[in-house]
């Protein structure tokens, strides 16, 4: 499975638009990147996902390199509600594919300030 | 549609002590995985099952066993409870078709 690097925290105020990247330099051919969001005693909750170049849903947008040695999660708009801590995981998750298991690592947690 | 439901919520062992976590799920979902996380650790997989009556080690798997009889429960057993498995447990599923996992409430288990 891909390592994946995070930042370990990161701060920002409502209203802005927040990036976090994750760095996943040995990324397989075959892998998907997906994001996950975590608030304090909840489980994590799917965000998105993407293979290539970019992907947009009603929560964020993910853009990825053509070299897709990186990959940045983008939060439009942010709320104080976006407090979370957010995982980058990557991994051939196609049946069969080798990573039924995916390792959630220890995610950046975002905090939103007014 | 319940989702990924865990039982019990809390649980407080003395050392040595067995229990077993119950995951269920109504959705029909083949894999089925379960993580502890530990503060500032992230979630760390401890098994996963990836159909009725499979099993596998995840990351963490020392010290927990597994079994899945049926497809939509997967259940953590807990032979000799010991103080470093203090830790929220997370079940989750997903079905064979997508990438998302969904996951359950978690179960906040203290061993003293």
């Known amino acids: 499975l891909a390592k994946t690097t995070q930042p370990i925290s990161m701060d920002s105020y409502e209203g802005q638009e927040v990036n976090i990247t994750c760095s996943h330099n040995?990324?397989?051919?075959?892998?998907?990147i997906t994001w996950y969001q975590q608030f304090p005693s909840q489980g994590p909750r799917f965000i998105i996902q993407?293979?290539?170049t970019k992907v947009t849903n009603e929560v964020a947008s993910l853009f990825i390199p053509a070299d897709r040695k990186s990959s940045t999660l983008s939060l439009p708009r942010v709320s104080l509600s976006d407090t979370a801590v957010y995982y980058c995981l990557v991994g051939d998750i196609r049946p069969g594919g080798g990573a039924d298991g995916l390792t959630f690592g220890k995610g950046t947690h975002l905090i939103i300030q007014p | 549609n319940a989702g990924v439901t865990q039982t019990p919520k809390f649980r407080v062992l003395k050392t040595g002590q067995s229990m077993t976590l119950l995951c269920a799920q109504d959705m029909n979902h083949e894999y089925m995985y379960w993580y502890r996380q530990d503060p500032g650790m992230g979630l760390r997989l401890i098994h996963y099952?990836?159909?009725?009556?499979?099993?596998a080690k995840g990351e963490v798997p020392d010290g927990y066993n597994v079994s899945r009889l049926k497809k939509q429960n997967f259940l953590l057993g807990l032979e000799s409870a010991a103080p470093s498995q203090t830790s929220v447990y997370f079940c989750?599923?997903?079905?064979?078709?997508?990438?998302?996992?969904?996951f359950g409430p978690g179960t906040r288990l203290t061993v003293t």
């Open positions: 989750a599923s997903r079905p064979l078709s997508s990438y998302e996992q969904y």
């Open positions: 099952s990836v159909g009725e009556g499979t099993t």
């Open positions: 040995n990324i397989a051919t075959n892998d998907y």
């Open positions: 993407g293979y290539k």
